[in-house]
């Protein structure tokens, strides 16, 4: 079985200032990672992935991602936040034991960047 | 990426009532989609995978006969509540996968509130 947490249900960073919304998951083989970003009362938008190679992927609006096999962990960060950041951001993972429909999201992590 | 989207926006329907929810990919053929459901402050919970041509794929727990899916063309799925009751009452979210691979990324469509009364 597969699984993902993010520990934070909320994360408040201020304007211009890093951030960091931390993922830690679980599963049997080896994973593919992804990081989604929800905006109110839409559907989500793929930010970035890891599927092997450089542990460091880069993505969309200047996000970034760590992928840390011993910690089994895929933080999301920025340099520099902006308020239009402000969002539900969701970590997932499948791994290649489970069935292809298989993605198992996080519970979410509400960002807010304050101006 | 694909573009995807989702009619109605937002539903508000009786009790007893039964809501039909239409996914489209607008410009990618989509042998498969799948069916989301959020509800409030959660994550997305996996209902089922539409399959082209074929039955659906129901996650265990979720009744095929009351959330009734019809994948009738490669660019269309549609999720029908049937006899909806309050509980049924939730944000549905349609997708579709970038490829084959286990690796492809979905594309999301822009959700559905369905909000029974």
């Known amino acids: 079985a597969q699984s993902v947490a993010q520990p934070e249900d909320q994360v408040n960073v201020a304007e211009g200032n890093p951030l960091t919304v931390k993922c830690t998951y679980s599963v049997s083989g080896n994973p593919y990672l992804f990081w989604y970003v929800q905006y109110p009362n839409r559907g989500l938008q793929f930010l970035l992935k890891y599927i092997t190679g450089d542990n460091l992927v880069k993505g969309s609006y200047g996000f970034e991602a760590e992928f840390n096999k011993s910690q089994t962990s895929f933080h999301l960060k920025k340099p520099s936040a902006l308020v239009s950041d402000s969002a539900l951001y969701f970590c997932?993972?499948?791994?290649?034991?489970?069935?292809?429909?298989?993605?198992?999201f996080g519970k979410g992590t509400m960002l807010l960047v304050s101006p | 990426g694909a573009v995807v989207s989702q009619h109605p926006s937002r539903v508000i329907c009786k009790s007893g009532t039964s809501v039909k929810i239409e996914c489209r990919s607008l410009?990618?053929?989509?042998?498969?989609m799948f069916w989301y459901r959020q509800f409030p402050k959660k994550s997305l919970m996996l209902m089922a995978t539409?399959?082209?041509?074929?039955?659906?794929?129901?996650e265990q727990g979720v009744e095929k006969d009351k959330f009734l899916i019809n994948h009738a063309s490669l660019t269309l799925s549609t999720l029908t509540v049937t006899s909806a009751h309050p509980e049924d009452s939730s944000f549905y979210i349609c997708?579709?996968?970038?490829?084959?691979?286990?690796?492809?990324?979905?594309?999301f469509g822009p959700g559905t509130r369905l909000t029974v009364l």
């Open positions: 997708s579709i996968p970038s490829g084959t691979r286990y690796h492809n990324e979905q594309f």
């Open positions: 997932a993972v499948r791994d290649m034991n489970s069935g292809y429909s298989t993605l198992t």
């Open positions: 539409s399959n082209e041509g074929s039955k659906a794929t129901y």
């Open positions: 410009d990618f053929q989509a042998t498969t």
